[in-house]
C-alpha cells in the first residue's frame, strides 16, 4: 500500500472522503457504526492498522498533517463515543452485543497505542507490539 492509497483509505474509514458513493465509505470503519448492521468487521481494523504502518514515516514528523491526525482521531473518538460508551448509540438503543463492544474497545485500544507511540517517535516494534500478539493469538484459535 502506497501513502496515497493509505491517505484514501483513511479518509474513507473516517467517512471523510469527498466521494459519498464510494464503496468503502459505506462499509469502512466509521461507516459501518452509522448505520449499524449488527456486525464489526475485522478486516476494517487490520486495515486500519496497515494504514497507520504506511503512515509511521509521517506520523513521526514534527509536523504532522493535519488531515491524517484529525482522521484518526475521528476513528478513536467516534468508534468509542458510538460503540463502547454506556450512552453511545449503539449502546444505548441496544444494537451492540457486549461481546462487540467489547472487540471495539480492543481494535480502539490498539489502535490509539499506536499512533500515540508513533507520535512519540517510539518507532513502529513498540507501536504495534500488541497489535502482532492479537494477530498471532487469533491465528492460534482458528
Known amino acids: 500500500m502506497t501513502r496515497d492509497e493509505a491517505v484514501l483509505l483513511l479518509k474513507c474509514h473516517a467517512f471523510?472522503?469527498?466521494?459519498?458513493?464510494?464503496?468503502?465509505m459505506e462499509h469502512g470503519f466509521l461507516g459501518s457504526l452509522r448505520p449499524f448492521r449488527?456486525?464489526?468487521?475485522?478486516?476494517?481494523?487490520?486495515?486500519l492498522m496497515e494504514i497507520?504502518?504506511?503512515l509511521s514515516p509521517d506520523l513521526s514528523q514534527s509536523a504532522v498533517d493535519r488531515e491524517i491526525m484529525s482522521c484518526l482521531w475521528s476513528i478513536v473518538h467516534l468508534g468509542r463515543a458510538w460503540a463502547v460508551e454506556p450512552e453511545g448509540m449503539l449502546r444505548r438503543n441496544g444494537l451492540i452485543s457486549q461481546k462487540q463492544i467489547d472487540q471495539m474497545d480492543q481494535w480502539l485500544g490498539m489502535l490509539s497505542y499506536?499512533?500515540?507511540i508513533l507520535l512519540e517517535d517510539g518507532?513502529?516494534?513498540e507501536a504495534f507490539w500488541e497489535y502482532r500478539e492479537y494477530v498471532r493469538e487469533n491465528a492460534a484459535e482458528q
Open 16 to 24: 471523510a472522503f469527498d466521494d459519498v458513493q464510494h464503496p468503502k
Open 38 to 47: 449488527g456486525t464489526l468487521f475485522e478486516e476494517n481494523f487490520h486495515e
Open 52 to 54: 497507520v504502518r504506511v
Open 114 to 116: 499506536a499512533i500515540m
Open 123 to 125: 518507532g513502529e516494534k
